[in-house]
Every structure is written in structure tokens, then in C-alpha cells.
């Protein structure tokens, strides 16, 4: 997936080991960074730049590799994750108090909430922090 990436560091003059890579990889996979850009760049760049020489090239390779990423809707996203439900439902047990858990069992169902949720993806046209409609950083 990050391979484009890879290629693009290279070329810009980078120059990223395979460890480096597979390193980026590891920390991805073990949740070291989550789906912020800012946070990814920031990880990326610490697994990656080992020289204060190459932060530059590495910022061009970025900006060549994820150039609109910010443009694509959260609902397509959404829309192409796939999650399996007995991985929902266990993380559901797990972080959810009783109380949370009888409020998504008085909506219907689990397929009922996430069903609410991809309308409200839908309709929201922006970026959101704050509140409690909106899906976003805060609400």
C-alpha cells in the first residue's frame, strides 16, 4: 500500500532502507499512529529521515505521495472498510458501558446504529470538532 511512497522517497533522493520501511509497517500494525495525516507525516518521518538533511526531499515525497488525501470523503471510506462484526461487537463489550449498551439495543440493533451512521456521514459536509451530531475529532 505504501509502496508508491517508498518509490517517491527514493527518487526525491531519501534514502529509506528496506528495516526503515518494514519498521514504518510494524508501527502502522501496531497502532502507533492512528488516521491523522499530521500524525502519520510525523511518524513516517521519524521512521524514515534519519538525517536532518533529507527532512526537505522527505516533505516533497510526502506532498507527491498523499496529495489529496484531505479531499476524499469520510463516508467513501467508510464505505470501503469492511470490519468484521464479531470484531464490533467485542470492542463494543469491551469500551461500552451497560447503560451505552441498552440504548444501541433500544435503536433496533447494531446494523440499525451503523446504518444511522453512514447517514450521518452522508449529511455532514465538513470537517467537525466538538458537539454531539457530528462525527468528528472531539464529539
Known amino acids: 500500500?505504501?509502496?508508491?511512497?517508498?518509490?517517491?522517497?527514493?527518487?526525491?533522493?531519501?534514502?529509506?532502507?528496506?528495516?526503515?520501511?518494514?519498521?514504518?509497517?510494524?508501527?502502522?500494525?501496531?497502532?502507533?499512529?492512528?488516521?491523522?495525516?499530521?500524525?502519520f507525516y510525523h511518524f513516517a518521518r521519524a521512521c524514515l529521515v534519519k538525517d536532518e538533511r533529507h527532512i526537505d526531499r522527505f516533505d516533497r515525497a510526502f506532498a507527491e505521495s498523499f496529495a489529496g488525501l484531505e479531499q476524499v470523503p469520510v463516508e467513501a471510506l467508510v464505505d470501503q472498510i469492511n470490519l468484521p462484526r464479531d470484531w464490533l461487537e467485542k470492542l463494543a463489550e469491551k469500551l461500552l458501558t451497560d447503560a451505552e449498551k441498552a440504548e444501541i439495543e433500544a435503536t433496533g440493533s447494531f446494523e440499525a446504529l451503523m446504518e444511522k451512521l453512514r447517514q450521518r456521514l452522508a449529511e455532514q459536509q465538513g470537517r467537525h470538532q466538538g458537539g454531539s451530531k457530528w462525527v468528528g475529532t472531539a464529539g
Not at 9 to 37: H, K, M, N, W
Open 1 to 39: 500500500m505504501f509502496r508508491p511512497f517508498l518509490d517517491s522517497l527514493r527518487r526525491q533522493g531519501v534514502p529509506v532502507s528496506l528495516r526503515e520501511y518494514l519498521d514504518l509497517l510494524a508501527g502502522l500494525d501496531a497502532g502507533v499512529t492512528g488516521f491523522d495525516i499530521d500524525d
